[in-house]
């Protein structure tokens, strides 16, 4: 089951403008900035003096997360779950939701893996386990 939230994602077309204009507005200070090239985005996360983390994501051109973006626009994109086993959740979940991952895989911050949105009442959930 999962602990708490950890993060929420948000699609956008640029990152540098976007990371400038969450620390104006709500003064999220970034804690890094990568490039994930096999999830085929370049992020960055954002966190509050009291813990809680945005992650933006700006997708790299041609991957499947550009198609996203061109087709939905910029926006929410996933909220994240920590969990303790990322593989014993799929396993258990498995019965219950559509997988969109069904083993872990590396993430920015742990191993992580991605429900459905259909299963889950149109929302993309990421399970996160840190490591
Ligand atoms: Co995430």
Redesign the pocket.
Known sequence: MAKRVD?V?ILVSNLDEAIKLYEDCLGVVVDKIETVSEQGVRAAILSLAEGAKL?LLEPLPGSNLARVLEKRGEGLH?I?FEVDDVDKELSRLSELVELIDKKPRQ??EGL?AFLHPKSLRGVLI?L?QRI
């Open positions: 993060h994602g992650e996933h994240t993430g920015l992580v990421e996160c």
